[in-house]
């Protein structure tokens, strides 16, 4: 008979989203097993028994950033064109990088922007994600170019890659201080380069 484990003191949700918060502000590496259970308000052993480790708990809270918000995910799937969608994500990216309630820039980014050959796993985990999304775009860019909505001669490798070089970008000047009507901007004027089929 399998043994019953005694039921969580606290609220797993809860806890996992200050964990993320956590991350965001600090970083994997230098964010500790202290600074997380003071911000989770949790105990040690309780983080251990909820979430495995710190690498565990970590993109357990990657997987919250990212799926956080399916309506976002299904707007882009969605759009009616590969330049929707991209609009969409740079605005989401725009909005969620300047949120008052989360540190600025993107959690992905800032939280693994350096690290020691010990991380290594977590930020290859984390270019992952961000491939798999450069990789849908892609192939919402290649089904423009088949129904000519694109010129023939894009190149939709380098068109998913200047959105998301803008993002990672944004993501910089969102920890710099830069608001979010100037990322919109920003966003805006980086379209202007999107081809058009004449």
């Given at each position: 008979?399998?043994?019953?484990?005694?039921?969580?003191?606290?609220?797993?949700?809860?806890?996992?989203?200050?964990?993320?918060?956590?991350?965001?502000?600090?970083?994997?590496?230098?964010?500790?097993?202290?600074?997380?259970?003071t911000?989770?308000?949790?105990?040690a052993?309780?983080?251990?028994?909820?979430?495995?480790?710190?690498?565990?708990?970590?993109?357990?809270?990657?997987?919250?950033?990212?799926?956080?918000?399916?309506?976002?995910?299904?707007?882009?799937?969605?759009?009616?064109?590969?330049?929707?969608?991209?609009?969409?994500?740079?605005?989401?990216?725009?909005d969620?990088?300047?949120?008052?309630?989360?540190p600025?820039?993107?959690?992905?980014?800032?939280?693994?922007?350096?690290?020691?050959?010990?991380?290594?796993d977590?930020?290859?985990?984390?270019?992952?994600?961000?491939?798999?999304?450069?990789?849908n775009l892609?192939?919402?860019?290649?089904?423009?170019?088949?129904?000519?909505?694109l010129?023939?001669?894009?190149?939709?490798?380098?068109?998913?890659?200047?959105?998301f070089?803008?993002?990672?970008?944004?993501?910089?000047?969102?920890?710099?201080?830069?608001?979010?009507?100037?990322?919109?901007?920003?966003?805006?004027?980086?379209?202007?380069?999107?081809?058009?089929?004449?």
């Amino acid at each position: 008979m399998k043994k019953v484990g005694r039921p969580l003191s606290f609220d797993r949700d809860k806890a996992l989203k200050k964990a993320m918060l956590t991350f965001w502000q600090s970083g994997y590496e230098t964010t500790s097993i202290t600074d997380l259970t003071t911000a989770m308000g949790i105990t040690a052993p309780s983080l251990y028994t909820a979430f495995g480790d710190k690498k565990q708990l970590f993109l357990e809270a990657i997987r919250l950033y990212v799926y956080a918000d399916p309506d976002v995910i299904n707007q882009m799937n969605n759009a009616p064109t590969a330049k929707d969608a991209a609009w969409l994500l740079m605005q989401h990216s725009a909005d969620l990088f300047t949120n008052e309630n989360t540190p600025p820039g993107c959690l992905m980014a800032s939280s693994t922007a350096s690290g020691s050959a010990n991380s290594e796993d977590v930020r290859s985990y984390v270019a992952d994600i961000r491939n798999d999304m450069r990789l849908n775009l892609k192939l919402r860019i290649d089904q423009d170019i088949e129904k000519v909505l694109l010129p023939s001669d894009t190149s939709a490798d380098a068109l998913a890659d200047l959105v998301f070089a803008i993002i990672q970008g944004m993501s910089v000047l969102a920890r710099d201080g830069v608001k979010q009507n100037s990322l919109i901007l920003l966003c805006k004027q980086a379209l202007k380069a999107w081809p058009e089929n004449h």
